[in-house]
């Protein structure tokens, strides 16, 4: 099995930036998609972003491409998302997830494409 625990989340104002951290454990795979999703007050969890580590093909959805980069550390099995420019619409619990390939484009940004998440970290932006 796999322990994902995120860290990272805070409190910041329109315009900032906050850099959230996945520390992964346990069965481990450099096979993994690890994926980025949160869940904004009152609605349903969405796709934020995924890394594909065994080539570091990434994803975004539309309404963080040019803001949010996802990237990974192979030495420290670690996923991180640096989000820039944050908007009050980007407030929500942010969880990270991983799975094991194959995926396709389309299924890498479907919740039910993982199997192991984290706990969730708060992210707020103040307006």
């Known amino acids: 099995q796999v322990q994902l625990v995120e860290s990272g989340g805070g409190l910041v104002q329109a315009g900032g930036s906050l850099r959230l951290s996945c520390a992964a454990s346990?069965?481990?795979?450099?096979?993994?998609?690890m994926g980025w999703f949160r869940q904004p007050p009152g609605k349903e969890r969405q796709f934020v972003a995924a890394?594909?580590?065994?080539?570091?093909?990434?994803y975004y959805a539309d309404s963080v491409r040019g803001r949010f980069t996802v990237s990974r550390d192979n030495a420290k099995n670690t996923v991180y998302l640096q989000m820039n420019s944050l908007k009050p619409e980007d407030t929500a619990v942010y969880y990270c997830?991983?799975?094991?390939?194959?995926?396709?484009?389309?299924?890498?940004?479907?919740?039910?494409?993982?199997?192991?998440w984290g706990q969730g970290t708060q992210v707020t932006v103040s307006s």
């Open positions: 890394i594909r580590w065994r080539d570091s093909s990434t």
């Open positions: 346990g069965r481990t795979s450099s096979s993994y998609v």
């Open positions: 997830a991983a799975d094991i390939p194959p995926m396709s484009a389309l299924t890498i940004r479907s919740m039910r494409s993982y199997d192991y």
